[in-house]
Each structure stands twice: as structure tokens, then as C-alpha cells.
Nanobody
Framework: QVQLVESGGGLVQAGGSLRLSCAAS????????MGWFRQAPGKERELTAA????????YYADSVKGRFTISRDNAKNTVYLQMNSLKPEDTAVYYC?????????????????WGQGTQVTVSS
């Protein structure tokens, strides 16, 4: 069992930056692939970024490529999402997720554990 707790969300103006953190506990974090998803009102949950168990491979959705950076610190059991040049369309609840299989995963159904989410609001 893995428990995931996100933090770092908030209100920011367009063009600003936020750094989300996801602290994991309860299992061998370093063996899990991790992902950051987001869900805006009335829309499906979508993957923004993912990272493999070792941190050697990453994946980004086209909508965030060049602006968001996912990273992990296995010694701290934490995964991060650095979000720069934020846009109003980035407004959503952001969820951290963990997949038992250590390689990159892109579908929500591939993830086994989820955090409670953190709200990110970008004002224009």
C-alpha cells in the first residue's frame, strides 16, 4: 500500500510558476513509476507528466512540454512537478499517482495509487 500526499498548489497569475510536491509513504517508492495528472471541471483526467522508477526517463503531454518538469528524489520519497509559464488553461486539480510497474505509464488505469489532489488556479 502506498499513501500519496500532494502539496504546493495555489493561485498564481498567468506567466507565474508553482512547484508541486508529492510525498509517498508505506511502500518501496523507488520501485514505482510516478505520474502527475490533472482534471479540470467538466473534463477527463489527463496525464501531464510521468517519470520512471529511476528518474532516467520522462514523458510530457504536448500541452505542457517545455513548461513543466517532473523529477523525483527517491531518498526523500518525493516526486515534484515544476510548472513554469503557467496559463489559465492549466487551471485544474492536480493528482499524483504511482504505478507498481516501474516503466513510464500514460493511462490512468495503469496507476495503482492516487493522492487526494491539489488545486492549481491560474488567473489571467
Amino acid at each position: 500500500q502506498v499513501q500519496l500526499v500532494e502539496s504546493g498548489g495555489g493561485l498564481v497569475q498567468a506567466g507565474g510558476s508553482l512547484r508541486l510536491s508529492c510525498a509517498a509513504s508505506g511502500a518501496t517508492f523507488s520501485s514505482y513509476a510516478m505520474g502527475w495528472f490533472r482534471q479540470a471541471p467538466g473534463k477527463e483526467r489527463e496525464l501531464t507528466a510521468a517519470i520512471n522508477w529511476f528518474g532516467s526517463r520522462t514523458y510530457y503531454a504536448d500541452s505542457v512540454k517545455g513548461r513543466f518538469t517532473i523529477s523525483r528524489d527517491n531518498a526523500k520519497n518525493t516526486v515534484y512537478l515544476q510548472m513554469n509559464s503557467l496559463k489559465p488553461e492549466d487551471t485544474a486539480v492536480y493528482y499524483c499517482a504511482a504505478a507498481v510497474v516501474g516503466g513510464i505509464r500514460t493511462a490512468p488505469n495503469d496507476y495503482n495509487y492516487w493522492g487526494q489532489g491539489t488545486q492549481v488556479t491560474v488567473s489571467s
